[in-house]
């Protein structure tokens, strides 16, 4: 076979980095200490980086740098400025989460390529479309998808001239990436900001099946599902691992390159994949991949069954059985780690060695020699010192009244320590005195250099961003907009002048017209879309579009949003787009006329204040609803009250409506609730409940919203929707007993995101 499969490897730290280089990694994705998902991880400076992106060119390998959360509008312009030094570093992509990125990097930064992060949750057609319009060269699709789904997905990728990567090894999220508010709403650490908390991997107490961990699932390995892969169409396997060390990160990826070249040589498999049980691993599935989610996925215990396995491979049963297993265990390690060590000792990162020397005679040009070495005297001894000559295009002139001045010389030259460079010395004395030349031959000299030791790459001037102005709200008294999902709370139309939203499920019975005819008998109704869409129920979303032709729409789905943008109907970004930053609503605005999007519950009152509104663009914000905290593909009622099924069918999603509760080991309970049509979901045992951004914000938002739907209240009691209603627009008309009165009602409520922020 002909086609590049390229192996993608974690890299938390500087030594990891250099173990999946040298285990044969063909690329590497990385963190800053800043602006990244893997906050746990050790991270990068900035000088780490130039050198890690000099090391892995030597060895053929590409960088891409993880900038995957949100950002908050105080930190653009940090951002804008580290966007200007990586132009210049040699980085092969950045991989992002933020919808304002695309803006940003597409405008003012156009040579960086732009990966879609495993935090957009990629997982249909319409999605893959959006992000190529906004820029996207690749996609990471989501982790939950079976091969059937990716090869479609990355057929159509590849349509649009956008590649695709598959996570092939390492931890599973339980829930959707992107949609997972469990750490924020539970410690105030927000996983779309890299602070993930891993509450899946949290004990409960026991559940009615006897888990401890009812969340947890193995980990990920489709060592043996390559060729499925590669007939897929997959361009990149990627492993998981940051915050891994570097025997595990050498390990896997070694394991992965040799399973690989031996596909591409002979068309055949490795059958021995021990070696992946001698590094930390949960046990593996590969179930996802295969489309068959039975409750064999979950593992009641997250730490490291390595050493289990160790002694069932073994058949350990007494005691010194399993000492000895462990023993030889623990041996292995420290040799793979002692091995590692030996491999990578002399990688070195530090930054080059640079002496500039000065040369020259009276009528003949400036001459000036850059000499560059890694003052590493091991790697001298196999690699020659890099000589750069450059020389002025006007020659030099005896001196009037003063001669060149060497101290402006290196002035203009000290640039060149940097973060790539370190200058050893300037050497003056191959060039004669009382002599001169214009200063502009010295800052030509000093390009002309500048591009060599830029690897012959034109240098990238920073660029200065204005910052945005704040337009006019479209609306001059705020809104009210509630959310309903039964037809029977449609009376509640009749009760209102607000703009009433009706939810849609997630998954549809294909053929029928039933919420077509919702739509179709009650005009008033605008269609809202959920986040996640897979597969036919993406397609009957699609045909809801095609057939109802709604005035508009809010869709917490962008492949949804792409369709609606393709037909010409207005519409609305939804809570779960995660907008936290003026540059999100450009993007969403300027490349699929968006009309307006909420801002994203997880900030506080201050990082709100900051936005910027695009003029003619609404801005929304939910002052009531149920806590989201995780959903899933996978059956959270498996590990809890059990499932007579054995694995997930299609009837699941549709017919499925069990509920449960959870609770964790500080005696807090959250509500497992799955209805019919929706994907198993964890809600927040307090409801969300915020009438502090209508004091605050009546003159920033043009519409606040309220969520009247059942969908996860769990036990709690059901306050009267009308009577809610009628107090939330009092409330929006100042009247401050209705405040009393929702307080009272809702009486297990917060809103402590609104406080806290991210």
Same mark, same amino acid.
């Not at 509008?73 to 990125?101: C, F, P, R, Y």
């Not at 045992?685 to 919203?705: I, T």
């Given at each position: 076979?002909?086609?590049?499969?390229?192996?993608?490897?974690?890299?938390?730290?500087?030594? !990891?980095?250099?173990?999946?280089? +040298?285990?044969?990694?063909?690329? =590497?994705?990385?963190?800053?200490?800043?602006? /990244?998902?893997?906050?746990?991880?050790?991270?990068?400076?900035?000088?780490?980086?130039? $050198?890690?992106?000099?090391?892995?060119?030597?060895?053929?390998?590409?960088?891409?740098?993880?900038?995957?959360?949100?950002?908050?509008?105080?930190?653009? *312009?940090?951002?804008?400025?580290?966007?200007?030094?990586?132009?210049?570093?040699?980085?092969?992509?950045?991989?992002?989460?933020?919808? $304002?990125?695309?803006?940003?990097?597409?405008?003012?930064?156009?040579?960086?390529?732009?990966?879609?992060?495993?935090?957009?949750?990629?997982?249909?057609?319409?999605?893959?479309?959006?992000?190529?319009?906004?820029?996207?060269?690749?996609?990471?699709?989501?982790?939950?998808?079976?091969?059937?789904?990716?090869?479609?997905?990355?057929?159509?990728?590849?349509?649009?001239?956008?590649?695709?990567?598959?996570?092939?090894?390492?931890?599973?999220?339980?829930?959707?990436? @992107?949609?997972?508010?469990?750490?924020?709403?539970?410690?105030?650490?927000?996983?779309?900001?890299?602070?993930?908390?891993?509450?899946?991997?949290?004990?409960?107490?026991?559940?009615?099946?006897?888990?401890?961990?009812?969340?947890?699932?193995?980990?990920?390995?489709?060592?043996?599902?390559?060729?499925?892969?590669?007939?897929?169409?997959?361009?990149?396997?990627?492993?998981?691992?940051?915050?891994?060390?570097?025997?595990?990160?050498?390990?896997?990826?070694?394991?992965?390159?040799?399973?690989? /070249?031996?596909?591409?040589?002979? $068309?055949?498999?490795?059958?021995?994949?021990?070696?992946?049980?001698?590094?930390?691993?949960?046990?593996?599935?590969?179930?996802?991949?295969?489309?068959?989610?039975?409750?064999?996925?979950?593992?009641?215990?997250?730490?490291?069954?390595?050493?289990?396995?160790?002694?069932?491979?073994?058949? !350990?049963?007494?005691?010194?059985?399993?000492?000895?297993?462990?023993?030889?265990?623990?041996?292995?390690?420290?040799?793979?780690? !002692?091995?590692?060590?030996?491999?990578?000792?002399?990688?070195?990162?530090?930054?080059?060695?640079?002496?500039?020397?000065?040369?020259?005679?009276?009528?003949?040009?400036?001459?000036?020699?850059? =000499?560059?070495?890694?003052?590493?005297?091991?790697?001298?001894?196999?690699?020659?010192?890099?000589?750069? =000559?450059?020389?002025?295009?006007?020659?030099?002139?005896?001196?009037?009244?003063?001669?060149?001045?060497?101290?402006?010389?290196?002035?203009?030259?000290?640039?060149?320590?940097? !973060?790539?460079?370190?200058?050893?010395?300037?050497?003056?004395?191959?060039?004669?005195?009382?002599?001169?030349?214009?200063?502009?031959?010295?800052?030509?000299?000093?390009?002309?250099?500048?591009?060599?030791?830029?690897?012959?790459?034109?240098?990238?001037?920073?660029?200065?961003?204005?910052?945005?102005?704040?337009?006019?709200?479209?609306?001059?008294?705020?809104?009210?907009?509630?959310?309903?999902?039964?037809?029977?709370?449609?009376?509640?139309?009749?009760?209102?002048?607000?703009?009433?939203?009706?939810?849609?499920?997630?998954?549809?019975?294909?053929?029928?017209?039933?919420?077509?005819?919702?739509?179709?008998?009650?005009?008033?109704?605008?269609?809202?879309?959920?986040?996640?869409?897979?597969?036919?129920?993406?397609?009957?979303?699609?045909?809801?579009?095609?057939? =109802?032709?709604?005035?508009?729409?809010?869709?917490?789905?962008?492949?949804?949003?792409?369709? *609606?943008?393709?037909?010409?109907?207005?519409?609305?970004?939804?809570?779960?787009?995660?907008?936290?930053?003026?540059?999100?609503?450009?993007?969403?605005?300027?490349?699929?006329?968006?009309?307006?999007?909420?801002?994203?519950?997880?900030?506080?009152?201050?990082?709100?204040?900051?936005?910027?509104?695009?003029?003619?663009?609404?801005?929304?914000?939910?002052?009531?609803?149920?806590?989201?905290?995780?959903?899933?593909?996978?059956?959270?009622?498996?590990?809890?009250? @059990?499932?007579?099924?054995?694995?997930?069918?299609? $009837?699941?999603?549709?017919?499925?409506?069990?509920?449960?509760?959870?609770?964790?080991?500080?005696?807090?309970?959250?509500?497992?609730?799955?209805?019919? @049509?929706?994907?198993?979901?964890?809600?927040?045992?307090?409801?969300?409940?915020?009438?502090?951004?209508?004091?605050?914000?009546?003159?920033?938002?043009?519409?606040?919203?309220?969520?009247?739907?059942?969908?996860?209240?769990?036990?709690?009691?059901?306050?009267?929707?009308?009577?809610?209603?009628?107090?939330?627009?009092? +409330?929006?008309?100042?009247?401050?007993?209705?405040?009393?009165?929702?307080?009272?009602? +809702?009486? +297990?409520?917060?809103?402590?995101?609104?406080?806290?922020?991210?």
């Amino acid at each position: 076979m002909s086609r590049k499969i390229e192996l993608l490897a974690p890299g938390g730290d500087v030594n !990891a980095i250099k173990a999946a280089i +040298v285990a044969g990694a063909n690329a =590497v994705y990385c963190g800053l200490d800043t602006f /990244n998902a893997r906050n746990r991880a050790s991270n990068l400076s900035f000088d780490d980086l130039n $050198g890690i992106v000099r090391l892995a060119h030597e060895y053929q390998c590409e960088i891409f740098l993880t900038l995957n959360v949100v950002i908050l509008e105080n930190e653009l *312009a940090g951002m804008i400025k580290l966007l200007n030094k990586l132009v210049n570093t040699g980085i092969d992509g950045i991989i992002v989460q933020d919808l $304002g990125m695309f803006n940003l990097v597409k405008k003012h930064f156009p040579t960086l390529d732009i990966h879609a992060s495993t935090q957009l949750t990629t997982h249909n057609e319409g999605q893959i479309l959006f992000l190529a319009k906004i820029g996207a060269t690749r996609v990471n699709l989501s982790r939950e998808l079976n091969l059937g789904e990716i090869k479609s997905l990355t057929a159509l990728a590849h349509d649009v001239d956008v590649l695709t990567e598959v996570f092939v090894h390492g931890a599973l999220c339980i829930a959707f990436s @992107g949609q997972c508010y469990s750490s924020s709403v539970s410690v105030g650490n927000s996983g779309n900001r890299g602070r993930c908390s891993q509450a899946c991997r949290d004990e409960y107490e026991p559940t009615e099946m006897g888990n401890k961990h009812p969340l947890n699932l193995k980990d990920n390995s489709a060592y043996f599902d390559l060729p499925e892969l590669v007939e897929a169409g997959v361009d990149s396997l990627k492993i998981e691992g940051r915050i891994k060390g570097a025997s595990y990160v050498h390990t896997v990826v070694d394991s992965w390159r040799k399973q690989i /070249n031996k596909f591409v040589e002979t $068309g055949k498999l490795l059958e021995d994949d021990s070696n992946l049980y001698k590094v930390f691993n949960r046990d593996f599935t590969n179930l996802f991949l295969k489309g068959d989610m039975t409750k064999s996925m979950f593992i009641d215990n997250p730490r490291d069954n390595s050493f289990t396995h160790a002694n069932e491979k073994s058949n !350990a049963i007494s005691v010194v059985q399993i000492h000895d297993a462990q023993q030889e265990l623990s041996q292995e390690k420290n040799e793979i780690s !002692a091995q590692v060590s030996e491999k990578i000792e002399y990688l070195s990162i530090d930054k080059h060695l640079l002496n500039i020397e000065f040369s020259g005679k009276l009528n003949e040009p400036l001459t000036v020699t850059a =000499v560059v070495s890694d003052g590493n005297q091991k790697a001298l001894e196999k690699k020659d010192k890099q000589v750069f =000559v450059v020389q002025s295009d006007t020659c030099l002139i005896a001196a009037g009244k003063s001669a060149i001045d060497q101290s402006a010389i290196e002035k203009r030259f000290k640039s060149f320590n940097n !973060a790539r460079y370190n200058i050893e010395g300037f050497y003056f004395n191959q060039l004669d005195d009382n002599l001169n030349i214009p200063f502009k031959e010295l800052t030509t000299l000093k390009n002309k250099l500048a591009f060599l030791l830029n690897d012959s790459k034109d240098v990238v001037p920073a660029v200065e961003i204005a910052a945005l102005p704040q337009h006019a709200k479209i609306e001059e008294k705020p809104k009210l907009s509630i959310l309903i999902s039964d037809i029977a709370d449609l009376h509640l139309c009749d009760q209102t002048e607000a703009d009433v939203y009706f939810k849609l499920p997630e998954s549809f019975k294909v053929g029928s017209t039933k919420y077509i005819d919702i739509f179709l008998e009650n005009p008033r109704l605008i269609p809202w879309f959920p986040a996640v869409l897979i597969g036919k129920d993406y397609q009957e979303s699609v045909k809801i579009l095609e057939v =109802v032709k709604p005035a508009r729409i809010v869709s917490n789905n962008t492949g949804v949003a792409y369709k *609606a943008f393709e037909m010409g109907i207005d519409w609305i970004a939804g809570p779960f787009l995660n907008t936290t930053n003026s540059y999100a609503l450009l993007t969403l605005q300027e490349e699929l006329n968006c009309k307006g999007a909420f801002i994203s519950n997880e900030i506080n009152q201050n990082q709100i204040r900051r936005i910027k509104r695009p003029e003619g663009f609404k801005l929304l914000y939910s002052i009531y609803h149920p806590i989201l905290m995780m959903t899933s593909r996978q059956c959270f009622f498996q590990q809890t009250v @059990g499932c007579k099924k054995p694995s997930i069918e299609d $009837g699941c999603m549709l017919k499925c409506e069990k509920a449960t509760t959870i609770t964790n080991v500080k005696g807090i309970s959250f509500a497992v609730d799955k209805q019919k @049509g929706g994907y198993p979901s964890i809600y927040n045992h307090e409801q969300f409940l915020n009438l502090d951004a209508v004091k605050d914000f009546s003159g920033l938002f043009d519409e606040f919203f309220i969520d009247l739907t059942n969908i996860g209240a769990g036990s709690k009691e059901q306050a009267d929707k009308a009577e809610l209603l009628r107090h939330f627009e009092n +409330v929006l008309d100042g009247v401050e007993a209705s405040s009393v009165q929702l307080n009272e009602m +809702v009486s +297990v409520s917060t809103n402590a995101q609104y406080r806290q922020g991210l």
